[in-house]
């Protein structure tokens, strides 16, 4: 039962995460990244590129969430962790990421 409710439970999340990931790579205007915030299209030097540049990194965030969904089919206590780990770690390497993105991609 416990192998069920996990995958109820991550696989929506997972392909939340790489939902966003594909918005992000498809959209025309510049993605945004902090909640409320946005980006002008005057702050960016090559939109597709920036875009894709955070496709690219929500889909590799999301890769965390659907290895942590699979390996619950074998163990549901070591899938946990590899979660924690993937969200602990995860949300500050899309920090990072996002700022070292943001800052390639900005007008100079």
Request: charge should be positive; glycine fraction near 8%.
């Amino acid at each position: 039962m416990d192998k069920i409710i996990w995958m109820l439970i991550m696989i929506p999340t997972s392909a939340v995460f790489t939902g966003i990931g594909i918005f992000a790579w498809r959209r025309k205007k510049p993605m945004w990244f902090w909640a409320g915030s946005t980006v002008k299209e005057s702050e960016i030097r090559d939109v597709p590129a920036y875009n894709r540049a955070n496709g690219i990194m929500w889909l590799t965030y999301s890769a965390f969430f659907w290895a942590s969904t699979l390996l619950g089919i074998l163990d549901v206590g070591t899938a946990g962790i590899v979660m924690m780990i993937g969200c602990t770690a995860g949300i500050f390497a899309l920090m990072l990421v996002y700022m070292k993105i943001y800052d390639y991609y900005k007008t100079k």
